[in-house]
């Protein structure tokens, strides 16, 4: 795969305030990546400055090998969807999605052809003398992005686009724009702050925490392997554990925790650390029959979710909490309140935090 | 119950605003207009219909003629008025930031004054010793005083030009500060250079904001009869001052409402006619 994009120590201050702070990535030619994090974290900065709506303080951005930190907006080969759409309320649909191609000064012909054809991919063949204000939301999203894909753009910057809609309609426009972008074949940088969203649609994510990246990666990656106890916490849930080092050999490390003695794969980078976290999901922990690697806990509470229960276990002392999850109903009923049971974690799918 | 009051409170208000409309407007109106159609012998009114009024405005020329005169002078009113407006209009809700709104009440200020206040302002500034004349004679290049700016159609159109300004600046402020930022920026990236943005979306959207205040200013400037009498000498004679003397200095109030009738007919022309064309350029 190609690299199209990339932006180097990029950060952007407002007077004394920092927005973003030394953002680093590449992307891809025709990767769906996605910009993640909570409102006010900075995202949509980031796609502005990839517009061209405004300037990093500092680094480069990088354009197919070439910086373009000063190239002015309507140069750059990127078109940007809009979170409330800014459709240009002057002109009916078929206009909207042309006017791109007419400032480009393409004959009429030539363009009624191109926005016909754009208009069928995304489903509005129907509507083209309508009025954006006659349309519904889920409508004038779809026209946002015909504007954007008729231009041909190298990149569409999508900025929020799906936050005005009601969840049923997010629902297909998510369907709709995995598909589209399969289709159209062209990279999109797309921002929420939906984690679902962000998974079920993106090749790559970055998550944004507190104006940095926090990770990086595939989603299954950012799942699997959280690089921080913020991304263990991010998506979904995880028992942190805190651990010391007993004694490790080759390919182990023998720990000590709240909870009893555990073994788990030595990891390259952690061997001198004495002291971790360890972060392993509710998923990966296993009830078993009592063996060497296995420890015993009091069951807290169990609640009942259908086919599956959650258990709640704590240490013998007390102190300590872990959740354990997906346990098959069959199971959790003859289990009662108080009662100990060995749990073993499925320690390949854990994940060691040294900070 | 709710609903049956807001329904009992709705139509109350709906019959309240026609009675206000039909007893404050229509009936003045058709009474007004109905004098139109009679005549006078010396002072007394008779009340007899007749066209003789209407008659006497086609065929003694003056009256054609001032009325064709007076609506350019309110086209170049209008004229000016656009072209100084729109520009004050558009840096002020584009680039005066967090100032605009004070700026614009100090645009807004003048309309509470009296119309007759400001007129004598103009006249004080524009007259023989006026500001300008003694600036000028001050800075030593003019002798004797310039007759350009006072008791002629110049004076009426800077000075109308002056008053009616804030008229259409409002609107088309409005209707370009209500423009979101993103569309704008829409436009850049969608390759638009400045000027194109300018042209293609920020005029079009304010478009029908200008026309409501150009309208605003044509008609004013079109009926307006103290302004010339005030400024305009014998040669800024208007249709509005005809009008006026008819009802005060001649007690001709028939030929008067005749007048009056020509003038509120094609100003309501005027109106629908660019109400249609606004609708159409906007489709």
């Known amino acids: ?355 | 119950m709710n609903l049956i009051s807001n329904y009992f409170n709705t139509s109350i208000w709906t019959i309240v605003s026609f009675i206000l409309v039909i007893f404050l407007i229509l009936i003045p109106l058709a009474s007004f207009l109905s004098y139109s159609f009679f005549t006078v012998d010396g002072t007394d009114i008779i009340r007899e219909f007749s066209l003789f009024n209407f008659k006497e405005f086609f065929v003694d020329e003056i009256y054609i003629r001032t009325f064709v005169r007076t609506i350019f002078l309110a086209i170049i009113v209008m004229t000016c008025c656009i072209i100084l407006g729109y520009p004050v209009a558009f840096f002020l809700a584009r680039y005066a930031g967090r100032y605009k709104y004070a700026i614009l009440l100090m645009l807004i200020i003048p309309l509470f004054m009296s119309y007759i206040i400001k007129i004598y302002m103009m006249r004080s500034i524009l007259g023989y010793s006026g500001l300008i004349n003694k600036v000028l004679a001050m800075l030593g290049l003019i002798e004797k005083p310039l007759e350009f700016f006072l008791w002629n159609q110049n004076s009426v159109i800077i000075t109308l030009v002056i008053i009616l300004l804030p008229l259409i600046i409002i609107p088309t402020f409005t209707s370009l500060d209500k423009i979101p930022k993103n569309i704008i920026e829409a436009s850049f990236d969608l390759g638009c250079k400045p000027f194109q943005a300018f042209k293609y979306i920020i005029f079009p959207i304010s478009f029908p904001g200008l026309v409501v205040g150009s309208i605003f200013v044509f008609i004013l400037a079109l009926g307006d009869f103290v302004t010339p009498q005030l400024v305009g000498g014998t040669s800024g004679f208007t249709y509005g001052k005809i009008i006026y003397s008819n009802f005060g200095m001649a007690f001709n109030w028939p030929f008067g409402a005749a007048l009056a009738s020509v003038l509120l007919f094609v100003s309501v022309i005027i109106i629908l006619l660019t109400n249609y064309l606004t609708k159409r350029l906007n489709r």
């Open chain 1, 1 to 355: 795969m190609s690299e199209i994009l990339e932006l180097k120590n990029v950060s952007k201050q407002y007077g004394n305030t920092k927005v973003l702070d030394n953002i680093n990535f590449k992307i891809n030619n025709n990767e769906f990546f996605t910009i993640l994090g909570s409102s006010g974290s900075g995202k949509s900065t980031i796609i502005r400055m990839i517009g061209g709506f405004t300037k990093p303080s500092t680094g480069e951005i990088i354009y197919e090998n070439k910086m373009i930190n000063d190239e002015p907006i309507f140069k750059r080969p990127f078109n940007t969807v809009f979170q409330d759409y800014a459709l240009f309320p002057n002109m009916n649909v078929f206009d909207n999605v042309g006017f791109g191609l007419k400032i480009k000064n393409i004959n009429k012909d030539e363009i009624k052809k191109k926005v016909l054809d754009v208009l069928a991919v995304v489903g509005l063949e129907n509507f083209s003398n309508r009025m954006p204000q006659e349309l519904s939301g889920g409508q004038q999203q779809r026209v946002a992005l015909a504007r954007a894909i008729i231009c041909e753009p190298k990149i569409i910057l999508l900025d929020e686009p799906l936050g005005a809609l009601d969840a049923e309609l997010r629902k297909q426009m998510q369907l709709f724009l995995k598909e589209i972008q399969k289709k159209i074949q062209i990279t999109f940088i797309f921002i929420t702050h939906d984690q679902e969203e962000a998974i079920f649609l993106s090749d790559r994510i970055a998550v944004l925490n507190n104006h940095k990246f926090e990770q990086v990666g595939s989603p299954k990656d950012l799942y699997y392997s959280p690089q921080t106890t913020y991304m263990a916490k991010f998506f979904g849930e995880c028992n942190l554990i805190n651990c010391q080092v007993v004694n490790q050999d080759t390919n182990s490390i023998k720990v000590k925790s709240e909870f009893g003695d555990f073994v788990i794969p030595k990891n390259n980078n952690v061997s001198h650390e004495l002291e971790f976290v360890y972060g392993i999901r509710p998923e990966e922990v296993k009830l078993v029959n009592k063996n060497e690697n296995s420890m015993q806990v009091k069951i807290k509470d169990i609640s009942f979710k259908g086919s599956t229960s959650t258990i709640n276990v704590a240490n013998e002392k007390g102190d300590a909490f872990l959740k354990i999850q997906n346990i098959s109903s069959n199971i959790s009923q003859s289990l009662s309140k108080g009662a100990s049971i060995n749990i073993e974690f499925n320690t390949k799918l854990g994940s060691i935090f040294t900070e």
